[in-house]
T-cell receptor, first 115, second 110 residues
Framework: DADVTQTPRNRITKTGKRIMLECSQT?????MYWYRQDPGLGLRLIYY???????NKGEISDGYSVSRQAQAKFSLSLESAIPNQTALYFC??????????????FGDGTRLSIL | KQEVTQIPAALSVPEGENLVLNCSFT??????LQWFRQDPGKGLTSLLL?????REQTSGRLNASLDKSSGRSTLYIAASQPGDSATYLC?????????FGAGTTVTVRA
């Protein structure tokens, strides 16, 4: 089983619909992240959470919301989807540890298409 | 704001040739730099992490160097194989967050 699991893997939906992307992890990490990837732009940070009660906006949070239901679960919601939110979405985790040099571990991504 | 650039955007080489992938960043106050591999339809696999105090990191055929003062990192892949075909991303860490380059897509021809 994958350490970082994203569901669904693919989703096609219509403009205006509410969508939730889910992420769960078995790594025991306290930090979780949501990114989107667009062609030619690399990954950009949407939201991040350092623990269940600590949630922060990233560089492109407008139009998105998140929920950290438990240490292992971090969901991303699009309240009213629009076509320019079509992208590949990644969840990642990392361990706080005693070092700042903790790598991030990524799920396989959710490909979201909004018509 | 940290800006990360990867040049070239795409690269095609014959099997056996050494690969050199470049990454540059604008803010040298980084905690670390990571190189990732991304295969089509898959997530990101971490290849190497170089701490800000390190100059290089090696894993098998992969070697990554870091020159923080000039804002550059280079990933070397020795004796390339068709299985090395993928997109390679570099990412720098500032304040717990990663800033990514757009990636270099590598094709190794058999």
């Amino acid at each position: 089983d994958a350490d970082v699991t994203q569901t669904p893997r693919n989703r096609i939906t219509k403009t205006g619909k509410r969508i939730m992307l889910e992420c769960s992890q078995t790594k025991g990490h306290d930090r979780m992240y949501w990114y989107r990837q667009d062609p030619g732009l690399g990954l950009r940070l949407i939201y991040y959470s350092f623990d269940v009660k600590d949630i922060n906006k990233g560089e492109i949070s407008d139009g998105y919301s998140v929920s950290r239901q438990a240490q292992a679960k971090f969901s991303l919601s699009l309240e009213s989807a629009i076509p320019n939110q079509t992208a590949l979405y990644f969840c990642a985790t990392s361990d706080s540890g005693r070092s700042l040099n903790q790598p991030q571990h990524f799920g396989d991504g959710t490909r979201l298409s909004i018509l | 704001k940290q800006e990360v650039t990867q040049i070239p955007a795409a690269l095609s080489v014959p099997e056996g040739e050494n690969l050199v992938l470049n990454c540059s960043f604008t803010d040298s106050a980084i905690y670390n730099l990571q190189w990732f591999r991304q295969d089509p339809g898959k997530g990101l696999t971490s290849l190497l992490l170089i701490q800000s105090s390190q100059r290089e990191q090696t894993s098998g055929r992969l070697n990554a160097s870091l020159d923080k003062s000039s804002g550059r990192s280079t990933l070397y892949i020795a004796a390339s194989q068709p299985g090395d075909s993928a997109t390679y991303l570099c990412a720098v860490s500032n304040d717990y967050k990663l800033s990514f380059g757009a990636g270099t897509t590598v094709t190794v021809r058999a």
